[in-house]
Each structure stands twice: as C-alpha cells, then as structure tokens.
C-alpha cells in the first residue's frame, strides 16, 4: 500500500485514536478509516489534506506525526519529529517566515527556499559569503529535473520553470537516471554547463525580492508593482537588523543585485531547526504540486529524488514461482520466458506510478524490458497483460495456503477495487477491473508526457 495508510495506522495506533473519532472528524463512514487503518485501500492525494485537518482537531500532535510519517524520506529526518507549525524563535520572526508562501501561485519560491535550504546544508550552515543567484538558481533547476524531466509532473499551466529546463541541452547520464547522484552534484554540474543567462535573468527578476516581501508588507503595501522590488532591496538592507528579514541583497540597486547575503539569527534558527523546516516546506511543496496533479498517483514519492529504487526480489521470487508450475510467454516478444532469465516490466512505468506493486509488474527479458523502458505500451497488449495478471494468480492460489494467497490479494483489491480476493480469480471480474483502474492511467500517462503506442514489433525495425 501506499504511504498514507501505513503513516495513518501508525500514528493513530501511536497516540491511542480510534477510527470511529477519526471518521466523526471526517464526516465519513467507519467502514473508510477501517480499510485505510487495515491498508487494503490507501487515501486519496486530496483526503491527506483533510485527514490533517481532522487529526489536528482531535490531537495536534498527531497530525504533526501524521505528516512526518507521511513525507518519510522527503524530510530525511532520521528521528526528528517534523512540525506543520515552525517552532517558535526569540530572535527571529517565525510567523512572517510561514507567510512567505502565501498566494502563491508557480513553483518558483518553492523551489528557491528549497535550493536554499539544500545549498545552507551542504555549506553546513557556514555562510560567510553571499549566496549567487546562479548557484540557487542552478540548484533549482536540479530540483525541478527529477519531477519533470524523470515523473513529467505539471508545475502549473503559467508556470515556466519547465520550458526553461526543456530549453537545455543536458546529456543526462546512468548516475542521474538510476538515482545514484543523491546530491545532485552530477545533476548540477551538467547544468552548470548550460548557458543559463536567459534563465537566471528571468527567475532573477521577482522571486528573490518578492520571497521576502512579507516582511516589509506595511512599508510596500499601496506602492506600484514596478517599485516593490527597489523598495525591498533598500528595506532589506536598512533594516537588516531591526526587522531581521531572512536576507538582504549585494547590492541597494536592484538592477545590480545578484547575491543575496543571510541573516546570521536565520542561520542559526534554521540550522537548529532544519529539519522541522524542511519538512513544513516540503508539506507545502507537496500541497502546491498535488493541486496541479489532481488525478496523477503517489506525488509524495515523486517531489525529490529517491534515496534509491526498492529491490524486486520479492516480485521476482512471485513470478519465478509461477514458471515453475506454468509455462509463459513474454507478451511482447511472444518468446516463451525462462524463469532463470527474467526482467520484471512495469506496464505502467515506475517513473508514473512510482511503485513496485505486483498488479503492475509482469515478466519479460531483461533485453525487451531495457527496450520498454519508460514507455507506455501499445494498446494491442492490454489483453495479453490481462491473461497474463490473470494466469499468475490462478496458479499461485491453487498452489499455496489460503492466508498467504489473501495477504498477496491485498495489493490488487486495493488498487483494482475488487470486492474480495477471490474474484481475482474470474477472468472477466478481472479484466474489467483493470480496464476502469489502468486503461485511464494510460491515457493519463500519455496526456503528461510519457512516450506512447510502444510495441516491440517497432522497435525492432
């Protein structure tokens, strides 16, 4: 199943909720919470949301787990608690810091604070000298590769970010692809290469002065929209101490400004804290790219890059299984599969669905499933797929017990909404099943952008 439903049995088990009050605070049935609780379904993208909501209402803190545990990795947190509200400071100016996302409405601030974030980390908080609006804008770029190049997420119809990257000329390589440049480093460097005038003079233009604008709104509200970013520059600076804005610029004429410069009491507040910020951003990083993904599956694991893919060995040891009691042949290629040389293909590819469940995987060679890649197959093999989903799991009913033959269905009634394991097993329940739950995703993985009609036929002329 799918993060939500782990984090929510975790943390209401955790802190001692019942279903029942959840539910209450949800305004749904029991019989909901009861299903998400036991991961036989997983909540929506926007029922998250709604689920914070009502687990703030009943135990602040547990929504504060919720989230965490929801985000996992995306915080890199180890065992700090990450907090939807940033702890409070006696230095600096916490609340104005929550607001800066306000009535945003394109990823560039995202991005920005995020790339600040990552680029203070990695400095290990050691900010002796400006920070060029080329290496955050370059560390933004990277940011945004992965969820747009990689998963062919929207950022938004009016945002640019994107045509930006699809500008460059990069040559991606194996590292970056398979997740293997963690730091990006790889990832940066390829851009660095790029010219990237064009880019840094139009993400240039607004978002750092506009970033810090909620904490000059009384001294910029009622001005015109072509001063505010001169006024900030000159607010920034001459009240660098009093009003301790999050950074000040290089330069009083705005027109010069290329580097921004911390404000040390910042520093201190976000390397003390930085994980509990990050994760608050990238709760609302996540809320921001959901709204513009509405119907598209597991955003939460596809935001930033991932620590690494999961092992297939128990997919693998599934299908090799049922070789062994049943000859199969490679839907594609039609070669009769060896169970001792097999690849395991995503007919959705991983890069749209993000997961490795067994309703989607099924057996090719290795050479057929490199030549795939992350395409989106033509729809001649729908049925074939079908039969062979099909085939797979008749076999491993009749040859193992009852409970490991339930505790494999989960995935499938989860996802392919069927009513009970056993109707896995009719052909016909079966195939309408996966004709409402994956031929839209089909369609919807080629409106984003994934490559398709791919057959096997026409790749080998």
């Known amino acids: 199943m799918g993060k939500a439903g782990?984090?929510?049995?975790?943390?209401?088990?955790?802190?001692?909720?019942?279903?029942?009050?959840?539910?209450?605070?949800?305004?749904?049935?029991?019989?909901?919470?009861?299903?998400?609780?036991?991961?036989?379904?997983?909540?929506?993208?926007?029922?998250?949301?709604?689920?914070?909501?009502?687990?703030?209402?009943?135990?602040?803190?547990?929504?504060?787990?919720?989230?965490?545990?929801?985000?996992?990795?995306?915080?890199?947190?180890?065992?700090?608690?990450?907090?939807?509200?940033?702890?409070?400071?006696?230095?600096?100016?916490?609340?104005?810091?929550?607001?800066?996302f306000d009535k945003t409405t394109n990823s560039y601030k995202y991005l920005f604070?995020?790339?600040?974030?990552?680029?203070?980390?990695?400095?290990?908080?050691?900010?002796?000298?400006?920070?060029?609006?080329?290496?955050?804008?370059?560390?933004?770029?990277?940011?945004?590769?992965?969820?747009?190049?990689?998963?062919?997420?929207?950022?938004?119809?009016?945002?640019?970010?994107?045509?930006?990257?699809?500008?460059?000329?990069?040559?991606?390589?194996?590292?970056?692809?398979?997740?293997?440049?963690?730091?990006?480093?790889?990832?940066?460097?390829?851009?660095?290469e790029q010219n990237l005038d064009d880019i840094i003079t139009f993400i240039s233009r607004y978002v750092p002065f506009r970033l810090i604008r909620p904490f000059f709104v009384d001294e910029t509200r009622g001005i015109k929209d072509y001063d505010v970013n001169s006024n900030i520059v000159y607010l920034s600076k001459n009240k660098f101490n009093l009003k301790k804005p999050l950074y000040c610029f290089n330069t009083e004429n705005f027109r010069n400004c290329n580097a921004i410069i911390l404000h040390q009491d910042w520093i201190e507040y976000i390397k003390k804290n930085y994980y509990i910020i990050r994760g608050w951003l990238s709760w609302e990083w996540l809320n921001y790219m959901q709204s513009k993904n509405i119907n598209i599956p597991n955003i939460v694991n596809k935001l930033f890059i991932p620590q690494q893919r999961n092992s297939l060995n128990r997919q693998t040891k599934y299908w090799k299984l049922i070789l062994k009691y049943q000859k199969l042949k490679c839907i594609y290629s039609q070669v009769e599969l060896n169970k001792d040389n097999i690849s395991l293909d995503h007919y959705l590819p991983w890069s749209f669905v993000a997961h490795d469940q067994l309703w989607n995987l099924i057996p090719t060679t290795p050479s057929i499933n490199s030549s795939k890649s992350n395409h989106i197959p033509s729809e001649d093999y729908f049925n074939d797929f079908v039969n062979l989903q099909h085939r797979g799991l008749v076999v491993y009913y009749k040859n193992n017990s009852q409970k490991k033959w339930e505790n494999l269905a989960e995935d499938y009634i989860a996802e392919l909404k069927v009513t009970q394991p056993d109707d896995l097993l009719n052909f016909d329940i079966l195939y309408n099943a996966y004709q409402s739950t994956v031929k839209p995703l089909l369609s919807l993985a080629t409106i984003q952008g994934f490559k398709a009609d791919w057959s096997y036929q026409n790749n080998q002329n």
């Open 6 to 100: 782990k984090a929510l049995k975790q943390v209401l088990e955790a802190h001692n909720i019942s279903q029942s009050s959840l539910a209450f605070n949800l305004g749904v049935e029991r019989s909901i919470v009861f299903r998400w609780f036991h991961e036989q379904i997983d909540p929506t993208a926007e029922t998250v949301s709604q689920i914070v909501q009502a687990l703030q209402i009943i135990n602040t803190s547990a929504a504060q787990d919720f989230i965490q545990a929801y985000l996992g990795d995306i915080t890199h947190s180890g065992n700090t608690t990450s907090s939807h509200n940033l702890p409070p400071s006696d230095k600096v100016d916490v609340s104005v810091l929550s607001l800066i």
């Open 113 to 192: 604070f995020l790339s600040l974030l990552d680029i203070l980390r990695r400095r290990h908080f050691d900010v002796l000298s400006p920070i060029s609006f080329e290496e955050i804008i370059i560390e933004m770029l990277a940011n945004a590769w992965y969820p747009h190049n990689y998963f062919k997420l929207s950022f938004g119809t009016q945002d640019q970010i994107t045509s930006k990257l699809d500008s460059l000329n990069l040559i991606i390589t194996e590292p970056i692809l398979q997740f293997r440049d963690t730091d990006k480093k790889l990832l940066r460097d390829v851009i660095r």
